[in-house]
């Protein structure tokens, strides 16, 4: 027996005369690989700790929310998902990060093939400004030397319809990007880093800079992009993390306090401090 | 922290404070009628009246206040779990108050008889025991006790035993009455005046629910109680660091 209930199959099973045993079941079933993880990870600006020995699973076709008040270490730890520190003066990472089993911090690795593998979306909306429409698409793709204009084509066309944009833009891909309005440049920054096809998309507060009508069209299309990818996001904003994701860990002065599912977070968190957090006792 | 949401969750726990109090005294004012004389008076009866609608208007204020914070203010943890808690209070307390209303007027159409007596003491005792269940429910959700919630689901069985002996007492004693038409309808009230005490008791159930429910986080609504009573963390409030 199968019936639909708001767009959420519900089976019910076992229903016999002998046995009236009903099994209704509104949830996914099943348990999701882990994409990612790192394992004892630690960051340091200089002397100081922002990140303290955390492990944590990124599981795939989730969505994995990090929330905690400011410096609490949630941006630093994402940004060393992609080996973004590398960059930054001072900053020392030790412990893991694996990526499909694999440490991205083995000095083999080179860390474009990295954030090929693992693309990110700012806070503040990316393009280049006088750059095109469609260059800002593929500028990923022209950097690592591909010129094939059919292939560049296609995949701007479909990094555009994966970020909810083409239909606005495709009479315009000449444009520059910073014509488009904040919203629309914000989807042209997740349509950049989609075109490189990643395995993981890392947010920072993807929506901190939008109004709330452009937020929604991100949230609508994190919901629709995790079919396909591991995403992380870090968000201020509780209730934007309580609609998009599926796991959360919260983060407080540089340690993980807590991780688990969204929905068991928001209702009946394990730690007086995610507790406090979360009620705006703190933070 | 924020004033606004803060003020709104007080208000709505001091309403479900108020609606208790108005459920409870209707509880009170009915086992004092059976504690003596079950003569009731026009103008006791209109009081009674009176503070069910009032309990009812608290329903739907309690409820409004529920849909306010719930869009307003976005609740969540235990915040979330506590209005949840409240509205669902307000509805088991409702149902309190028109079961007692209910009580009293089948209780107004008992005749007195002498044969009346043994049955009015045990449903006496029987609405004592179900109001002590009410007020430790109410209790335990106000005060984050636990212990009154674990104590309110345990003596449900209590009283669903009782019933059980009173229904067959008074099948029992209805044999060979049928011919004697005002015997008969004492006892189909008083059977109908039993089975909302004990309606009254699952009531109470239901808010000690609730109220582990806001406590622990976890629905225990279908469980059994003897799994729950042993777990010693129901012994007491408190939540892990």
Redesign the interface.
């Given at each position: 027996m199968e019936t639909m209930l708001k767009n959420k199959k519900i089976q019910v099973t076992g229903l016999s005369k002998e046995n009236e045993v009903v099994n209704i079941t509104n949830r996914e079933n099943g348990a999701y690989p882990v994409r990612m993880e790192t394992r004892n990870l630690n960051v340091k600006y200089g002397k100081v700790s922002a990140v303290k020995n955390i492990s944590l699973p990124v599981y795939n076709e989730r969505v994995t929310a990090l929330i905690g008040p400011s410096g609490c270490g949630k941006t630093t730890f994402l940004r060393a998902l992609n080996r973004m520190h590398d960059l930054t003066r001072n900053a020392s990472v030790t412990g893991e990060v694996l990526l499909d089993g694999n440490n991205i911090y083995n000095p083999k690795v080179n860390p474009v093939t990295i954030r090929r593998k693992i693309g990110m979306v700012f806070q503040k909306p990316t393009p280049f400004p006088t750059m095109s429409i469609f260059n800002n698409v593929v500028a990923g793709l022209k950097l690592v030397g591909i010129r094939n204009k059919a292939l560049l084509n296609e995949v701007c066309e479909k990094a555009l319809t994966q970020a909810a944009l083409f239909d606005e833009v495709k009479d315009r891909l000449n444009s520059p990007g910073g014509s488009l309005s904040g919203g629309q440049q914000q989807r042209l920054s997740i349509a950049r880093a989609l075109a490189i096809e990643p395995e993981v998309l890392l947010m920072d507060e993807p929506t901190s800079s939008l109004d709330p009508q452009s937020s929604s069209k991100i949230e609508d299309l994190i919901h629709e992009l995790k079919k396909n990818y591991a995403i992380v996001i870090v968000t201020h904003n509780l209730q934007q993390a309580g609609r998009v994701s599926d796991y959360t860990g919260f983060f407080f002065l540089g340690e993980l306090i807590e991780f688990g599912e969204t929905e068991k977070m928001y209702t009946n968190p394990a730690h007086k401090r995610t507790e406090e957090y979360l009620t705006g006792k703190f933070g | 922290?924020?004033i606004k949401?803060e003020n709104a969750i007080q208000n709505i726990r001091e309403d479900v404070e108020k609606m208790s109090e108005l459920v409870l005294g209707q509880l009170r004012e009915l086992d004092n009628i059976l504690s003596g004389d079950i003569e009731i008076s026009e103008e006791k009866k209109n009081h009674f009246r009176k503070v069910e609608r009032s309990i009812d208007e608290y329903e739907i204020k309690i409820s409004n206040e529920f849909t306010n914070i719930i869009s307003l203010h976005?609740?969540?943890?235990?915040?979330?779990?506590f209005v949840i808690a409240c509205y669902r209070l307000s509805i088991n307390l409702e149902r309190i108050g028109d079961m007692s209303l209910k009580i009293l007027r089948i209780l107004s159409e008992l005749k007195q008889q002498p044969n009346l007596n043994e049955f009015i003491d045990v449903i006496s005792n029987m609405l004592g025991m179900t109001s002590s269940m009410v007020e430790k429910s109410v209790l335990s959700f106000l005060n984050n006790d636990m212990e009154y919630a674990v104590w309110t689901l345990k003596n449900d069985d209590v009283i669903d035993e009782i019933n059980n002996k009173m229904i067959k007492k008074i099948i029992k004693k209805s044999k060979g009455k049928f011919g004697d038409s005002q015997t008969l309808s004492n006892f189909i009230n008083i059977k109908i005046i039993v089975s909302n005490i004990e309606r009254i008791a699952d009531q109470a159930t239901n808010v000690a629910e609730a109220s582990i429910y806001y406590l622990?986080?976890?629905d225990v609504r279908h469980s059994d109680i003897s799994e729950i009573e042993n777990r010693p963390d129901y012994k007491s409030p408190g939540?892990?660091?």
């Open positions: - | 922290m924020n949401k976005k609740p969540v943890a235990s915040e979330l779990r622990k986080g976890e939540k892990n660091d």
